[in-house]
């Protein structure tokens, strides 16, 4: 029995007068990767941010329907962006480490939220969030230095670290992989199923293969609509709508 862990009922946004998103209606599985696809500007990227409230920094943004997570809507006027965060993590598409030291890196958000104090707790902390990163063997003896000093691909381990060490429920990606080489790529989508037994996860790439390979389903979005979503097989071999296999085939975007 799949659980429905996030949900969207006739999700709509305007940035200014602009409709960015037109009515999205979608549930998101609990411990599956759901992949976000569609040509640029078709809304991926600004729907992943409701879904954490990152939205809520940009000015002149409007927003209807709802988001619900855990049962709960997270637009509710009771529920603080804050604690939206921390059940709802977020890793960019360029590598982003504070200018911190690493072990400052996963520690800052856990001391902040007052999830640990320092000491023991906080160095076991840090270490089983490098480790559920796959990157503990390959700092745990420079944890003091600057994590803007690691590869590329090796930062971006760190920000899913960083992103993990709150004990998130839902971990957002927006072309995670984008910028990095193919074996750092290889490696980041390796770590993202592993993490689906902790965590449910959704990420928007614009490349199908990683699409394909990672996700358990798919939602193709055009022009802010969502136009399909369904098991990712059936997305890239049975698409039912024309639109999904136009794309899915290169006629367009």
Known sequence: ML???????NLKLWYGKKLALDGVS?????????ALIGPSGCGKSTYL????????????????????????????PEVDE?????????????????????????AYAPLMH???KKGK?????????????GLWDEVKDILNKSGTNLSGGQQQRLCIAR????????????????????????????LMTRLKEKYT??????????????????AFFHLGKLIEHNKTEKIFLEPEEEMTEQYITGKFG
């Open 49 to 76: 941010r409701c879904l954490n409230r990152m939205n809520d920094l940009i000015d002149g943004i409007r927003i209807e329907g709802k988001v619900i997570i855990n049962g709960r809507d997270i637009y509710a």
């Open 26 to 34: 979608l549930g998101i599985y609990e411990n599956k990767i759901t």
């Open 82 to 106: 804050v604690s939206v965060r921390k059940k709802v993590g977020m890793v960019f598409q360029q590598p982003n480490p504070f200018p911190k030291s690493i072990y400052d890196n996963v």
């Open 121 to 133: 707790a906080c160095d076991l902390l840090v270490e089983k969030a490098l480790k559920d990163a």
């Open 114 to 116: 007052d999830m640990v």
């Open 201 to 218: 996860i959704i990420i928007v790439t614009h490349n199908m293969q990683q699409a394909s390979r990672i996700s358990d389903t798919a």
């Open 3 to 9: 659980n429905i862990k996030v949900k969207t009922e």
């Open 163 to 190: 992103a993990i060490a709150v004990e998130p429920e839902v971990i957002l990606m927006d072309e995670p992989t984008s910028a990095l080489d193919p074996i750092s790529t290889q490696v980041i989508e390796n």
